[in-house]
């Protein structure tokens, strides 16, 4: 059963120019997610798909594998993990005969994960064969059902409906307990990448975390620096 860690990593963010390799610690954010793969037990190959040559050449001396650069028509702003993940297997399958059963998504915005829960990750979704995928989680600050969404005209309607009657107007400890995707960790079947054409299947583990370290914005950055510079004293 192969398992291979795909890591996206495009040029062109917005928020934060060439955000993929910004320092954290002294360190690209790509190569954080690069050692976190090669570190793992259960990874027995980490891919980086870019479509940056420079990126390329980094990801390459921190040992990662870039068998292929990335067309650009998936490297925009609204290109998804499903397109980027469908073209390396098809890319993998027709040059290298390769079919891995497991892909792992470690995204480079996430620099603070521990290998131990890459590899809990995994290994639910090698034992659990009834999962189509295993999403790492952490428990939402705001609940969804006090959330809505707004009509031209100005009217609202609630973004949860018809599951508990006047859930907007209960308390919040009577509503029930939900998760946030915190994008540290997925693993998938590639059958459901391939064959169901989605990124998380029918049926999804939840894998509980507490922390959040998702890079979006400077202040993302920031606060990945200082938690970092925190661990290792």
Not at 26 to 44: F, Q, R, T, W
Not at 141 to 160: C, N
Request: proline share 6%; net charge negative; charged share 30%.
């Amino acid at each position: 059963m192969g398992v291979l860690a795909i890591i996206p990593a495009r040029a062109g963010s917005k928020t934060i120019r060439h955000k993929n390799i910004q320092l954290v610690g002294g360190k690209p954010l790509i190569v954080h997610s690069i050692e976190h793969g090669l570190k793992s037990g259960l990874i027995d190959r980490v891919i980086v798909s870019t479509d940056s040559e420079e990126y390329a050449e980094l990801a390459r001396a921190a040992g990662a594998e870039v068998p292929f650069m990335r067309p650009e028509e998936l490297a925009g702003d609204l290109s998804t993990d499903l397109e980027t993940f469908k073209h390396a297997l098809e890319w993998l399958k027709e040059h290298e005969d390769y079919h891995p059963e497991i892909c792992v998504n470690l995204r480079p915005t996430f620099p603070l994960r521990k290998i131990e829960d890459v590899d809990a990750v995994v290994a639910l979704l090698k034992d659990q064969e009834n999962l189509d995928s295993v999403r790492s989680v952490v428990p939402a600050l705001h609940t969804p059902y006090k959330m809505w969404f707004t009509d031209a005209d100005g009217t609202l309607k609630p973004i949860i409906e018809h599951d508990i009657d006047d859930a907007h107007n209960l308390p919040r400890q009577a509503l029930p307990k939900t998760y946030l995707q915190n994008a540290c960790i997925d693993a998938v079947r590639s059958s459901v990448i391939l064959e169901k054409d989605s990124m998380s299947g029918d049926t999804i583990y939840g894998y509980h975390m507490e922390d959040f370290f998702d890079i979006d914005t400077p202040e993302d950055l920031k606060r990945a620096n200082e938690a970092l510079s925190l661990l290792l004293k």
